[in-house]
């Protein structure tokens, strides 16, 4: 006979995973969506003619040795790493095997250069925002790096502590990313959430986080861009009379209060902060969970060009979600 007390704790785990007030949805545009999966695992690689002809790098103007390559070129070298998960010598070979197929005689860049040019390169974020005020939604996860502990562990014996990076990421409502920092592990999420808030080009609508965020600068920054803030606040938060105390932090403690934190969580839609969530999940998942780069530089250079290739990705198919009647 089964265990009934094992079938107990299963049917509370479940409860647990899968509670009743949760929210079900289910995808209305199926096809398109996996059209979209399928050609994001497509090896077909072509360069337009454009491409072609920038590869190679321009004159600086200065004295030396000009550049043999272009960005363009050292980006998409970098991408490619970062898709197949190759080090940077098995980078080189691929892409002049890419080209041999191809029949374009053009160079590939070395694992030297490549190593050298990524830690100066300027990638700028690609994203497709529209015009209108967008939702943002800010959280930050860690990323491991191959810090000096692990090496020295490695070569005299003992425990290494492990050395890793903080990647903070903004999305919009439709999980795109549309702002990214990466800092050292110590940084704090509220400094690096109003840096993000500041420096976003497109308007503001609302901003979403979580509880990590809830200092004043974070509400002044959002309220300074018109944007309502929805970040639930600490356990311990408590209204002041303090003159400089941001108005809108006091109305969300008394309505987290008077509703519960469920209940405020459900009617101020702080549920879309699981977009972000699901974003840090896909970068995980596609690119890894650790920094490839030693330098911080290049490290920032990789996270810039990962997060463009997953907005890519994207846009080859997102799925479309209703909710589901109870």
Request: charged share 25%; proline share 5%; with cysteine.
């Amino acid at each position: 006979m089964p265990d009934p007390t094992r079938w107990g704790t299963l049917g509370a785990m479940k409860s647990r995973i899968h509670p009743d007030y949760k929210t079900r949805y289910r995808v209305t545009n199926w096809r398109e969506y996996e059209r979209g999966l399928v050609q994001r695992g497509d090896v077909t690689v072509w360069l337009s003619p454009a491409a072609v002809g920038a590869w190679k790098g321009k004159p600086s103007g200065r004295r030396g040795a000009q550049p043999k390559f272009s960005d363009l070129a050292i980006e998409t070298a970098l991408t490619l790493r970062l898709v197949f998960r190759l080090p940077l010598r098995q980078t080189e070979g691929f892409i002049r095997s890419l080209f041999k197929l191809m029949g374009v005689e053009l160079n590939a860049p070395d694992h030297t250069t490549l190593s050298r040019r990524g830690a100066d390169l300027k990638v700028s974020l690609a994203c497709r925002t529209g015009n209108g005020p967008i939702d943002l939604i800010i959280d930050s996860s860690g990323l491991a790096i191959v810090g000096e502990g692990e090496w020295a562990a490695a070569k005299h014996g003992g425990n290494g502590r492990r050395g890793w990076k903080k990647l903070h990421l903004g999305v919009d409502a439709t999980g795109e990313i549309v702002a990214q920092v990466l800092t050292d592990s110590d940084v704090h999420d509220a400094p690096t959430g109003v840096e993000m808030i500041d420096n976003l080009a497109s308007s503001i609508q609302s901003m979403t986080a979580d509880a990590a965020y809830d200092t004043r600068p974070v509400y002044r920054a959002a309220e300074a861009r018109g944007a309502r803030v929805v970040v639930p606040p600490m356990s311990r938060a408590s209204s002041t009379a303090w003159r400089q105390q941001p108005k809108a932090r006091d109305r969300t403690i008394r309505q987290v209060k008077e509703l519960g934190r469920r209940r405020w969580k459900k009617e101020s839609g702080y549920h879309r902060q699981g977009r972000v969530e699901n974003t840090f999940f896909r970068y995980k998942a596609v690119i890894g969970d650790r920094l490839r780069a030693r330098t911080l530089s290049a490290m920032e250079t990789e996270a810039a060009v990962a997060c463009n290739l997953l907005n890519r990705m994207r846009a080859l198919g997102w799925p479309t979600s209703e909710k589901i009647a109870r």
